[in-house]
């Protein structure tokens, strides 16, 4: 109602804006500031700790793909060799390194006969499938559901001896091999399948003196290559 009727005589009017204090503004700015950098930092500091810690486990347990897929015809030969024939390679079963980034890695399977990969063993995997299905269609036993469990029966054996690989290193106190180390190790067993596979569709009885065969060779393989990560990788 007053406010209307304008400033009254002998009565001072209040300020309408109060004068800022310097003081008061440059402590609330100086105060915002710290916590603005202590939170800052301490967030960096947790997230990059964080990330380093992601990025050494997935280093540590899954590696790099690609390193996997790195080979030649050269290399395939020879590993292929390693694998069916193991008591005929004499170097040595120790895996090559070389220094990148100030620290040593493991040279890729083009340039290593005893670095893992993942080609041999998907594609022996899938000429297992293929061999196999093939050897029921000349037996008259043929159908798309006995594929489908051939290749499900195929990837859960394959799901049977990594987790067995792995629980064997733990209980022998290393568990720190890559699980696509695991993989590809445990993957080479279908090369023995396929060459059993093969002899029975040429000989029907062929397959119960190359399945023993290829079974005491990939024997030997494993136990030459788990003897090498425990004893010089670890």
Request: charged residues 15%; contains cysteine.
């Amino acid at each position: 109602m007053y406010n209307n009727l304008g400033a009254q005589p002998g009565v001072p009017r209040p300020p309408t804006n109060p004068q800022p204090n310097p003081f008061g503004n440059s402590f609330y700015g100086a105060g915002s500031g710290l916590i603005r950098g202590g939170l800052g930092a301490y967030g960096e500091k947790i997230l990059g700790s964080s990330s380093e810690y992601v990025q050494s486990n997935i280093s540590r347990y899954f590696s790099d793909p690609q390193y996997y897929f790195q080979v030649n015809d050269q290399y395939v030969r020879n590993k292929l060799k390693v694998v069916l024939l193991p008591f005929l390679h004499r170097g040595h079963w120790t895996r090559i390194t070389e220094p990148v980034g100030g620290r040593l890695s493991y040279k890729p399977p083009i340039y290593d006969i005893n670095a893992p990969d993942l080609y041999i063993p998907f594609m022996a995997f899938g000429t297992y499938v293929v061999l196999a299905g093939l050897s029921l269609g000349l037996q008259g036993k043929f159908s798309p559901e006995a594929l489908n469990w051939l290749f499900v029966k195929g990837l859960f054996g394959w799901f049977l001896q990594v987790s067995l690989l792995k629980v064997t290193l733990l209980s022998l106190g290393s568990g720190e091999a890559p699980l696509l180390d695991m993989l590809a190790y445990a993957g080479y067993a279908f090369t023995g399948m396929c060459l059993a596979v093969l002899g029975k569709m040429i000989w029907r009885y062929s397959y119960y003196f190359l399945m023993p065969w290829t079974c005491l060779c990939m024997g030997v393989f494993l136990v030459k290559t788990m003897k090498r990560v425990l004893f010089a990788e670890c």
